[in-house]
């Protein structure tokens, strides 16, 4: 059975760090993209940030281009977002994905991505 489990969330105050971590298990990911997305109360799912397998090809958002950093390791099957100069409007379940495919490009859409963990809660206040 394939899991994703992410850790790492938390309450921290505004420009505070976090660091999400997201542990595989039940088969390998490290020939296959990952990617890091959230949903505030009210709101849809959005892109955060995407690995390819290999770790060559990384993509952000905008919103957190600067701030934010993805990497894996894939001889620990783990995925992470460092998280820094956090703001308010950052407060959402952070969601880690997984393709299914090996050798994939990293990708933006959500709709690629065929494993998901729980979500884990990233709250900043200000």
């Known amino acids: 059975q394939v899991q994703l489990v992410e850790s790492g969330g938390g309450l921290v105050q505004a420009g505070g760090s976090l660091r999400l971590s997201c542990a595989a298990s039940?088969?390998?990911?490290?020939?296959?993209?990952m990617g890091w997305f959230r949903q505030a109360p009210g709101k849809e799912r959005e892109f955060v940030s995407a690995i390819s397998w290999n770790g060559y090809y990384i993509y952000y958002a905008d919103s957190v281009k600067g701030r934010f950093t993805i990497s894996r390791d894939n001889a620990k099957n783990t995925v992470y977002l460092q998280m820094n100069s956090l703001k308010p409007e950052d407060t959402a379940v952070y969601y880690c994905a997984a393709d299914s495919r090996n050798w994939s490009p990293a990708r933006r859409d959500g709709r690629e991505y065929d494993y998901w963990g729980q979500g884990t809660q990233v709250t900043v206040s200000s």
């Open positions: 039940g088969r390998t990911f490290s020939r296959s993209a």
